[in-house]
């Protein structure tokens, strides 16, 4: 199955470094982030790559052309301005009957399999991969008359789902492609036409939208990268770059 990863974001939050770096480019654990989400791909199996590129497009081609492994790897510029949604249907001569799609931002210690064989098992032409929410500040246990009792820093709250990204999608969800953007309008519509279903992903999960973030996640994915090394990888066609 092919991989579609969404690269072509301005990174503003991200800002200064962006200025002259993509956000794919930015560093996890000594890796470009964008390599770290295809590492966990390509180590269940999954190695033809697509990145819908804009923003500096030429910096995330030219270190996939240098990058000694043996990916098929394919950067389309899909514009600068395009937005979520439009960075998937401009691909769409390219795609094949059922795809994975996910942002270059986002890591996980995903099952991937697990979450084909739930998208396989649905009737939906779309699956999305939900996580549980995580505050970003500590919450405080407070009695009626003001009493403080406890705290709980960036807790997880488990009842509580967000988008994940790490789709799975059919070509016949384009049928209900409405709009530019993939959260606001084209999620929604699916979802309203009974198209829509989430894989509920328990285990680590965590997105890179600031130099805050990027800290964080330098110290957490260390531990899961591992697994992911290319001595773990599965599937190895002749990589190119188009």
């Known amino acids: ?3 579609v990863i969404l690269c072509g974001g301005q990174g ?3 800002y200064p470094y962006t200025q002259a770096m993509p956000k794919a480019m930015m560093e996890i654990d000594g890796i470009p982030i964008v390599e770290q989400v295809m590492r966990i791909y390509a180590a269940q199996g999954f190695d033809d790559f697509i990145l819908s590129c804009g923003y500096l497009n030429e910096r995330i081609a030219d270190y996939f052309e240098r990058l000694d492994n043996e990916w098929n790897v394919r ?3 899909t514009g600068v301005d ?3 949604a439009e960075r998937i249907s401009r691909l769409t001569d390219l795609l094949e009957p059922v795809f994975h799609a996910t942002y270059c931002d986002g890591l996980a210690d995903i099952d991937l399999a697990e979450l084909v064989r739930y998208h396989e098992c649905h009737e939906g032409s779309a699956t999305l991969t939900t996580a549980n929410f995580r505050s970003q500040y500590g919450l405080l ?3 009626a008359d003001g009493l403080v009792t406890g705290f709980e820093e960036k807790p997880v709250l488990r009842n509580l789902w967000i988008n994940g990204g790490y789709f799975v999608f059919d070509r016949r969800a384009l049928d209900f492609w409405t709009g530019n953007n993939l ?3 084209v999620l929604p519509a699916l979802a309203n036409a009974g198209q829509l279903r989430a894989y509920k992903h328990h285990g680590f999960w965590r997105s890179m939208d600031t130099l805050k973030d990027q800290q964080e996640l330098n110290g957490l994915w260390p531990s899961y990268a ?3 090394s290319p001595d773990n990888i599965l599937v190895t066609p002749r990589a190119s770059v188009a």
Do not use: L, S, W
Request: proline share 0%.
């Open 1 to 3: 199955m092919q991989v």
């Open 183 to 185: 959260e606001r309008d």
């Open 75 to 77: 950067c389309i510029d």
């Open 82 to 84: 395009a937005d979520t």
């Open 12 to 14: 503003t939050r991200a």
């Open 226 to 228: 591992d697994r992911y």
């Open 141 to 143: 246990r407070v009695e």
